[in-house]
């Protein structure tokens, strides 16, 4: 590693294994790696001389942003046959412009989403892309897993919310592409694939982010419903009422408010009784539009009880609980994490089969669903049974569970990573299930850009 100590600053090369460790394990503490040092450039010229040492070297490099990431991505792996370096992007952390009237933001890889959110609402306009881990995600980590979060429903995940992108490249060149054109038809959209690209073709450096102008109003509501039949009935019914004004619909089964109730301190059920499901949604109009249509469903009887966020703190809290499920079922315990999609009106059948399968397959698993309704995509998850082992069940029954889940999406034409990426968790299952044709485009793209294989090995590909 002596060779990045001729290219970079002292303070930008870490190798004691104190100040390792915690970049070692991943979020869900179901991975920790080795790497020889960790390197923390602040300039794109810094990562520009990283990759080339680490090209002519022959050193892996693994990206890292927020370290929040759900599949594995952003740790190495146990074991290398050849060295390793994790590139943190923590030090390149300038919001570098806004522009309100033109509605963009030039943020670097390492800037946090919530300084985006407050960067863009000190000039009236708002970032639309949320997600649970706001205060710790990156810009550089959102854009590499393509994530997704609670208002894709109206402005799609984070490839509809970049206009420019600034990468290096595995050999060390820059993609220069950091411009906030809203168009641009001049050849190959190159910038598409670091989108979603989980850090195997190359190191995000800056993005310019497509900003909105901040709505006016904002009402948030928490409704509880018999089945998700009946919460799409729903959402149709919000949707005709409200129009694209409807930035999230969020569902959340019974057992996984029970979850939150039982491990976040201080959380509190929104409704009383007990409800199959609860739905949150969040529209940018007044309160009395929303309130109107919620009273139009209880009357219809598809909303059995509701509650209208009175003030923003309580619709702070409603948000709070469904930004706490991660936290909660890791304290819980953990279970085998699924993000799935389908097509948004296959939601209940999907939901149903796949229960099915596992009461008949895997009796005593504890299977909760909670997401983004609206988007088609749940969170899956299967807990172990009772009184087993949960940490072996789930790597090896919970696994065997997982393959079964899939292959009920596969049935749905659904995919098995709606938002949270491929990284290691689901390498395996890529090959297994993905289109032939379109596996061996990435295989290709992969081995034209780092045919040495040193950007983040391992990750989707396996
Ligand atoms: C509580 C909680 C809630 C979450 N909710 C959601 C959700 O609703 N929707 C959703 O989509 N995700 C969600 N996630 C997952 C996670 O927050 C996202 O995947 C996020 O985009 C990761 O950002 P990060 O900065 O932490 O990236 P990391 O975890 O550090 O990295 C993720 C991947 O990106 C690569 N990478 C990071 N930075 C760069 C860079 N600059 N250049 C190239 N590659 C890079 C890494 O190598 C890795 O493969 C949640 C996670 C938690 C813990």
Redesign the pocket.
Known sequence: MQAFADVLPAKAIQTDAADLAPHLT???RSKTGVAACLLLPDSVEQVQAIVRVAQREGIVL??????????G??VPEPASARPVALLS?RR?ARIRSIDSAGLCLVAE??VILTQVHEAAAGVGCAFPLS???KG???????????????QVLRHG??RALVLGLQ?VLPDGSLLDQLTPLRKDNSGYDIKQL?IG????L????AVALRLVPAPPKTSVAWAGVADLDVALALLARVRSGLGETVESFEVIDEDALGMLLQHIAGSRAPLAGRHSYHVLVEAAVADDALAEILSDAINAGEVADASLAASLSQAADFWKLR?????AERLDGGSVKN?ISVAVADVPRFHREAITMLAQDYPGTRPLAFG?LGDGNLHFNIRPPLGCDAKSWMASEGESARRALHDVIAAFHGSISA???I?TLKAAELARLADPGKLAAMRAIKAALDPNGIM?PH?IFG
């Open positions: 991943d979020w869900r693994v990206p890292q942003g927020g370290n929040t990431g759900l599949v991505g952003s992007t390149l890889a390492g997600l649970g881990s710790s995600a990156t810009i550089g980590g959102l854009v590499s897993t393509n994530a997704g979060g609670v995940s984070m990468a670091l690209g989980e850090g195997t190359g190191i995000v450096t930004e706490s499920i991660a936290e993000d983004h938002e949270h990426g990284g983040n990750k």
